[in-house]
T-cell receptor, first 114, second 112 residues
Framework: GENVEQHPSTLSVQEGDSAVIKCTYS??????FPWYKQELGKGPQLIID?????GEKKDQRIAVTLNKTAKHFSLHITETQPEDSAVYFC?????????????FGKGTKLSVKP | DVKVTQSSRYLVKRTGEKVFLECVQD?????MFWYRQDPGLGLRLIYF???????EKGDIPEGYSVSREKKERFSLILESASTNQTSMYLC???????????FGPGTRLTVT
């Protein structure tokens, strides 16, 4: 089945620096790749997503890039702020198509030090 | 704003008890999901539903069942709770495939 690998599991950066989280997936037919942010005590919330017909998408300080040939996609956060500290999850659609279900990575705990 | 509510934030049950976790969404979403979240294991899908009375197994359905009698409500049932089902349970809903999933705040279940 689909496997989504996420690295690193923890990431610590200084405020103002950039942070990059990378995910790889196994099924070349996967076509939707969302990123979720989970703050302490809350459920995950979508921050950005990308579909397989697009290579890059930006939303202010957040960007996602997709390399279909290499089967990996990355989250880039620039000018990090303490409020970016959270757990981030990547996800991908599973093999055989999706009726809405996703396969999630194991998460990255990002700490932004002031 | 989309709102997904879960019946309890914290729940403590005894081994062997039947446990019901309830989830309600207020946006007429077609899809609903139950996940469990454990440290180091991320989010794992237990069951999902794409229509009333329809259900599909996720990655870890063993020991769980679900019910969706109304569009807005999706219930997770632990027929006979065991200590290895101690976990955070998250419910989510979405308007359809390849759309944003909206998560509830989670229920932390402890089985003793």
């Amino acid at each position: 089945g689909e496997n989504v690998e996420q690295h690193p599991s923890t990431l610590s950066v200084q405020e103002g620096d950039s942070a990059v989280i990378k995910c790889t997936y196994s099924d070349s037919a996967s076509n939707y790749f969302p990123w979720y942010k989970q703050e302490l005590g809350k459920g995950p919330q979508l921050i950005i997503d990308i579909r397989s017909n697009v290579g890059e998408k930006k939303d202010q300080r957040i960007a996602v890039t997709l390399n279909k040939t290499a089967k990996h996609f990355s989250l880039h956060i620039t000018e990090t702020q303490p409020e970016d500290s959270a757990v981030y999850f990547c996800a991908a659609t599973p093999p055989g198509g999706s009726q809405g279900n996703l396969i999630f990575g194991k998460g990255t705990k990002l700490s932004v030090k002031p | 704003d989309v709102k997904v509510t879960q019946s309890s934030r914290y729940l403590v049950k005894r081994t062997g008890e039947k446990v019901f976790l309830e989830c309600v969404q207020d946006m007429d979403h077609e899809n609903m999901f139950w996940y469990r979240q454990d440290p180091g294991l991320g989010l794992r899908l237990i069951y999902f539903s794409y229509d009333v009375k329809m259900k599909e197994k996720g990655d870890i359905p063993e020991g769980y069942s679900v019910s969706r009698e109304k569009k807005e409500r999706f219930s997770l049932i632990l027929e006979s709770a065991s200590t290895n089902q101690t976990s955070m349970y998250l419910c989510a809903s979405s308007p359809g495939p390849l759309y944003e999933q909206y998560f509830g705040p989670g229920t932390r279940l402890t089985v003793t």
